[in-house]
């Protein structure tokens, strides 16, 4: 359960950075710049948190809640019209979320242990 664990914490750093660095190709304005810098970075620096404490299960609520804020930023920070730095924050907040959710101790003790309807139940 660890190694996946870790793999999730990676794809989380993986992801946050991507977002910060976006801007660098995107056509953006100053608040999605910033929203894209700033939750990137949260992103990033929740999965390097976790990949340094394992036991630090606030990581993975955090992370799945700047997943939720990088989602919604588009449109809470009226940049939904400048396709990529939406289409940016769209994808990586909604994997965000997944990769937070798939980590969390119950979800992830479900999926790998066949527990009472987890994935694999079957």
Same mark, same amino acid.
């Given at each position: /359960? ?20 976006? #801007?660098?190709?995107?056509? =953006? =304005?100053?608040?999605? /710049?910033?929203?894209? &810098?700033?939750?990137?970075? *949260?992103?990033? *620096?929740?999965? *390097? ?13 955090? +992370?799945?809640?700047?997943? &939720?804020? /990088?989602?919604?930023? #588009? ?6 019209? *400048?396709?990529?730095?939406?289409? =940016?924050?769209?994808? &990586?907040?909604?994997? =965000? ?8 101790? &119950?979800?992830?003790?479900? +999926? ?11």
């Amino acid at each position: /359960m660890k190694s996946w664990n870790r793999m999730q914490d990676a794809v989380a750093v993986v992801l946050g950075v991507f977002a910060a660095l976006s #801007p660098m190709w995107l056509d =953006t =304005t100053d608040r999605a /710049m910033w929203s894209l &810098v700033v939750l990137g970075v *949260l992103v990033a *620096l929740s999965g *390097l948190a976790h990949m340094a404490r394992p036991d630090m299960t606030m990581a993975d609520y955090a +992370m799945g809640v700047f997943g &939720v804020l /990088m989602f919604i930023s #588009p449109w809470v920070m009226n940049f939904d019209a *400048l396709r990529g730095a939406s289409w =940016t924050a769209w994808v &990586v907040g909604v994997l =965000t979320v997944v990769v937070a959710v798939s980590a969390m101790p &119950v979800m992830s003790a479900r +999926m790998h242990h066949g527990g009472h309807g987890g994935v694999a139940a079957h």
